[in-house]
């Protein structure tokens, strides 16, 4: 059973920084891709980032490309998002998806509806709050 534990959201002002910790049991990151998705309230889900097996490429959404920094760690479980230079429209309940595929889907920008279809496992969601 694939179970997909977030962790790391919080309150942070503007410009701070955050990391969320996504745990992953019963599913290897050694063969399968990852990926980060938010909604904030009143609005679509949205994709946020992906990272895939092996060589580990990465895709990010425009709104976040140079501020957030998706990773894993060999033989650890847990694929980790760093979220840099934070601004208040990046305040979201946070979900880390599982793909049982070795790679990400084509693309991870906009409209979280397409690229969730491609993840079967998720978690509950970390809150992430921004203050201006």
């Known amino acids: 059973q694939v179970q997909v534990v977030e962790s790391g959201g919080g309150l942070v002002q503007s410009g701070g920084s955050l990391r969320l910790s996504c745990e992953i049991v019963g599913f290897s990151l050694d063969y399968n891709a990852v990926g980060w998705f938010r909604q904030a309230p009143g609005k679509e889900r949205e994709a946020v980032s992906c990272?895939?097996?092996?060589?580990?490429?990465?895709l990010y959404a425009d709104s976040v490309k140079g501020r957030f920094t998706i990773s894993r760690t060999n033989g650890v479980n847990t694929v980790y998002l760093q979220m840099n230079n934070l601004k208040p429209e990046d305040a979201a309940v946070y979900y880390c998806?599982?793909?049982?595929?070795?790679?990400?889907?084509?693309?991870?920008?906009?409209?979280?509806?397409?690229?969730?279809?491609?993840?079967?496992?998720w978690g509950r969601g970390t809150q992430v709050t921004v203050s201006s």
């Open positions: 998806a599982a793909r049982p595929a070795p790679r990400c889907p084509p693309s991870h920008d906009g409209d979280g509806s397409i690229y969730a279809t491609f993840y079967p496992y």
């Open positions: 990272i895939g097996p092996a060589s580990g490429a990465t």
